[in-house]
């Protein structure tokens, strides 16, 4: 669809609105005499068989690229999570924008690369004014101006202060948390069917995992008819480890508390992703529902035991474990099921993926680093999505060009920890970064430094520093450039 058509999507008569939403006659009659002044373009927009895709994205929290049964676990069973594969495609080489929690939801939420609007760190709540910066328009506004009813459910994460609120970027209703949160006794917690302020949780039984289930079951109840986009980023597998009883006895055999503990968390997430499977099945939309899940970073592993076998680094690494994850994507009936997909694609893909599922164009100025998928997971493109790929988190930075990876990283395994790099690897061959070739072969370390300078020249300071907290401002490009 070219841009023309997108303006026709947006016009008051067509905005989101297929044949198949259950329009009265009459309305049906005047949109067939739109569609035929608009030389029949319209029908091309918005074709009569197809309702708008639903869209659901599961979003996990610093859950490691080990840790589900499809990515070789055998500890822990995530059969709801594992059937998300089974039914559609996993991605091997899924990649997030950024090693750590808000910069990577600030690149899902837009479809670029975070560092180009200054979120390079956590916003956090003692920082006034600071969140994914109001100049970006994110996933939610754009499925909206589509016709999409649109739900957070979960973690936000993007800021804190009312003006960065769910609610104020796109989403028609929230309930969740506004940053990192206990599961028991969460704080800064949102309820926008309630009140647009923060409320005070104090049944001693709420269990965030739990009650977001029942609230994504509810919404979905609730918009059954569709389009809709619901967004549930889980604060699981994040710190502090708790857990109920009900999860805790599946994992009796595990007879260290830490990892207990997280095997309860998991299997409490992989309950909850299963009710909202079930429900879409129940209201009849699982067939036109594209659903995603992915994490937005590496397990950290001394803090919750979360693994990233077999890659090297943690999370707030650019090393492989802090930035490629659990990642996949079904549609039941629209893409392959059971399809393991090698190529590597990043979740600002995401995005224009959906986009282009609804039928809408993405105008140049919107200037997306992600691409629509849609092609290449249909076996239309053998070629790889992106070439390349980049990441810059203060000092520590990466560049995937190819199967080869230049990196600047911490390694606290080093003694003592300490910075290391440019590092040169061949992820096709050594996917575990162990084998350094930048000595021997500096013209590759050349030629990745150049075309990660290249993209590094068009990314903005910081808005604010690193840390929780975002307390300390960061000498601007200064952090950026250092190796
Ligand atoms: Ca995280």
Not at 261 to 272: G, Q, Y
Request: net charge positive; hydrophobic share 35%; proline share 8%.
């Amino acid at each position: 669809m070219n841009r023309t058509a997108l303006s026709r999507w947006e016009s008051p008569i067509c905005r989101g609105q297929c044949p198949s939403q259950g329009w009265p006659a009459l309305l049906w009659a005047l949109v067939g005499g739109c569609a035929l002044w608009g030389g029949l373009a319209w029908l091309d927009a918005c074709p009569a068989s197809a309702a708008l895709p639903n869209i659901v994205v599961f979003l996990a929290d610093d859950e490691g690229y080990g840790e589900l049964g499809c990515q070789g676990n055998r500890e822990i069973p995530t059969p709801h999570i594992d059937s998300i594969a089974q039914n559609g495609i996993r991605f091997t080489q899924g990649y997030v924008s950024g090693p750590y929690c808000s910069p990577t939801r600030a690149g899902l939420m837009t479809g670029r690369y975070q560092t180009r609007f200054g979120h390079e760190f956590n916003p956090g709540p003692m920082r006034p004014g600071t969140g994914l910066p109001l100049s970006e328009t994110t996933m939610a506004s754009r499925l909206k101006a589509l016709g999409y009813a649109t739900c957070c459910i979960g973690k936000w994460h993007l800021g804190f202060d009312p003006p960065y609120r769910p609610t104020n970027r796109g989403f028609d209703e929230f309930y969740g948390t506004l940053a990192n949160t206990p599961f028991i006794k969460p704080l800064r917690f949102m309820d926008t069917r309630v009140s647009n302020d923060i409320i005070e949780i104090t049944d001693p039984n709420f269990y965030t995992t739990d009650a977001y289930a029942d609230r994504a079951v509810d919404w979905l109840e609730r918009h059954k008819n569709g389009p809709f986009f619901l967004y549930l980023p889980f604060n699981a597998q994040h710190a502090p480890l708790e857990a109920t009883p009900k999860y805790l006895a599946r994992f009796a055999h595990i007879t260290d508390e830490k990892r207990r503990i997280f095997a309860a968390m998991m299997s409490a997430k992989d309950d909850a992703v299963g009710r909202v499977l079930a429900k879409l099945r129940q209201i009849g939309q699982e067939g036109n529902t594209i659903v995603w899940y992915l994490t937005d970073n590496g397990g950290p592993t001394q803090q919750t035991t979360s693994k990233n076998d077999p890659l090297r680094g943690y999370k707030s690494t650019t090393w492989e474990g802090g930035i490629r994850v659990p990642f996949m994507v079904q549609w039941k009936g629209h893409l392959p099921a059971g399809k393991v997909y090698e190529h590597p694609v990043i979740q600002l893909d995401i995005l224009p993926t959906c986009l282009a599922a609804a039928g809408a164009s993405i105008p140049a100025d919107w200037h997306l680093d992600g691409v629509n998928l849609l092609p290449y997971l249909r076996g239309e493109i053998s070629d790889r999505p992106h070439q390349t790929l980049y990441w810059r988190f203060g000092e520590q930075w990466a560049i995937r060009h190819g199967d080869y990876k230049l990196v600047v990283a911490r390694d606290r395994d080093a003694q003592p920890p300490r910075l290391v790099g440019p590092a040169l690897f061949n992820l096709a061959e050594d996917i575990s970064e162990k084998n350094d070739l930048a000595a021997a072969n500096p013209a590759k370390v050349a030629e990745l430094k150049a075309l990660w300078d290249r993209w590094n020249a068009e990314q903005k300071d910081p808005l604010w520093g690193p840390g929780e907290e975002g307390k300390a401002k960061t000498k601007g490009k200064k952090a950026k450039t250092k190796n």
